[in-house]
């Protein structure tokens, strides 16, 4: 069966400091600038699940979120993401597991991420990110996720895709 456009020339539209846009035939889309990847973290605390918030410039407003961030030149996807969890939640993970890679709007990014998951979580400091992310933490019970959430959207607060997976609780069996 033939794809349309998946044999077309790829154009670079424009470039910035951390994003590029392509043209592929008559598709746009977006990705990191040097394929840079991602890791998303679902972090787990007994019976919790670690969440962030954080103030998102492309959505005007805040949005609740699995803890994730970028892999570094040279590093792996499980050290970036417990030095990522520990940044942004202040807890450390002893151990993290991947679960695999996942694309989350491949219509529109080329991106993908890996999500892993975090067990053993030790805190050693109140998170929050970098100064400039403003990022809050929150520490959920597994069984009050599906209020929790239901509560932030009523407050206004977008949800990210990833979350839709603790709502289902496949992932969390192990």
Known sequence: ???????????????????VGRKRGRWEYVGRVGGTRAAVIVAIDGDHVLLVDQYRVPLGR???ELPAGLVDAGETVAGAAAR?????????PARVTEIGEFASSPGMVSETFTLVRAEGL????????????????HRVPLPEIPAYVAARRGEGMMIDVKLLMLLAGDILAG
């Open 62 to 64: 805040r949005c609740l």
């Open 1 to 19: 069966m033939s794809v349309p456009d998946a044999d077309a020339v790829e154009e670079t539209v424009w470039q910035g400091k951390w994003l």
């Open 122 to 137: 030790e805190r050693v400091s109140n998170g929050g990110g970098e100064a400039d992310e403003g990022i809050t933490v």
């Open 84 to 92: 990522e969890l520990e940044e942004e939640t202040g807890y450390r």
